[in-house]
């Protein structure tokens, strides 16, 4: 069997921060370890030139922009190698503006996948200006990754591609959380020595859309301690609204941690992961896949036709609660705390959900069998049996023990 040529088009790329860019890594650097031959398309994040180098065996090329406007980079170094590259697939993530515009100015000829990470939520009338293009560029579409099966029922522009609709859940690299270090062991306990303990567990950027203030307000209600980790606009009117209430003295706000897994101890140490996300601009939550794996029940909001709620499943592997009530959050929290077993329970459903579903090798190999049904011309003939019953075990709770 020939070596399969994959080339991503995302918007950045690490060391470039984001949820898209970590994920658009962690699934080249995958299909890279199943013998996928593997580039990524970008832009270049530090407005410089275009440049090429490696990550590990991913071939990453980052285009240099000569104008930006409205979220749209003009890069036509990115249009001159979209026309002539050397591939058999091309995975678009999305939402990516400048990505759908070259997309339609190349015209390339491999075949176009997409993974449909959300909706434009906040911006509708640059999204209703936008829609035509990306109409364009999806007639060519041969596959939707949309990445868990709420998003997409609840998805006004997906509903007319439902027979390209295959469900591919974002993955993680899970090693670092089952299998923590014994340095991050050790940064736990003291950690928890630290604190007044029970300790809350808040993690993301902070704006409207995450609900950080629900979690100071659940405080109130509950002991222990909340640490809020990342940094963001709203951090000053959050520190405010703690120091109303009188909880300014038990909440901690780390701000921006130097690495991505330097979260691993505050997971470990942590009681519960707090996700009160609220709007369906959190579509996934790939933090709750973190918490996890490393054995933090979650207590999440059911935000409709959002993931969020998909990921981290009510009762079987953390909590989930009404949007917008920090009564609620803290009435979780004490039953976590309170209910003898439980949290236990949670604890071991989580890490056997995110081994089942959420691991880096179960979406690369999932990504590479549609890739290859998509050249083959008979991708219509997959049947969806195999994921809907493997989703369907996991939502019962019957999964693979680690």
Request: charged residues 20%; proline residues 6%.
């Amino acid at each position: 069997m020939s070596t399969l040529r994959v080339c991503h088009l995302g918007k950045y790329y690490p060391p470039a921060a984001g949820g898209m860019e970590t994920h658009v890594r962690t699934l080249a650097r995958s299909q890279t370890d199943l013998g996928a031959s593997v580039e990524v398309f970008c832009m270049n994040h530090q407005d410089g030139a275009t440049v090429e180098d490696l990550d590990g065996l991913v071939r990453v090329t980052r285009f240099g922009r000569v104008a930006s406007a409205a979220k749209l980079d003009f890069c036509p170094d990115l249009i001159a190698r979209l026309k002539h590259v050397e591939a058999d697939v091309l995975h678009l993530q999305v939402p990516n503006p400048t990505m759908i515009v070259a997309i339609l100015a190349a015209r390339p000829k491999p075949a176009i996948v997409v993974t449909y990470q959300s909706d434009v939520v906040k911006q509708r009338l640059r999204s209703l200006f936008f829609r035509p293009l990306e109409r364009m560029v999806y007639r060519r579409v041969q596959a939707i990754f949309p990445t868990s099966p709420t998003y997409a029922e609840g998805s006004s522009f997906l509903k007319p591609y439902a027979d390209r609709l295959h469900l591919l859940p974002n993955g993680l690299d899970l090693d670092p959380y089952l299998n923590p270090s014994e340095e991050h062991r050790a940064e736990a306990t003291l950690i928890r020595a630290r604190h007044q303990g029970p300790i809350w567990l808040g993690c993301g950027r902070m704006v409207y859309y995450k609900g950080f203030l629900n979690a100071i307000r659940a405080l109130v209600r509950v002991p222990g301690t909340l640490i809020l980790i990342g940094g963001g606009p709203d951090r000053e009117s959050l520190e405010l609204e703690a120091k109303k209430l009188g909880v300014s003295d038990r909440v901690e706000f780390r701000g921006n941690l130097p690495h991505y897994l330097d979260l691993v101890p505050y997971y470990l140490a942590a009681d519960a992961f707090w996700f009160p996300s609220n709007v369906r601009s959190e579509a996934f939550g790939l933090v709750q896949v973190e918490a996890m794996a490393s054995g933090c029940p979650v207590i999440n909001a059911a935000i409709p036709f959002s993931g969020v709620p998909w990921v981290s499943l009510h009762d079987q592997t953390g909590l989930t609660i009404p949007v917008d009530d920090p009564i609620a959050l803290a009435e979780a929290s004490l039953r976590i705390l309170n209910e003898k077993g439980l949290r236990d329970r949670l604890s071991m459903a989580a890490r056997q959900r995110a081994v089942a579903v959420f691991d880096h090798r179960v979406m690369a190999t999932r990504s590479l069998e549609i890739y290859r049904e998509v050249l083959s011309g008979r991708l219509g003939e997959i049947s969806r049996t195999e994921t809907q019953s493997r989703e369907e075990l996991v939502a019962v709770g019957s999964l693979p023990q680690l």
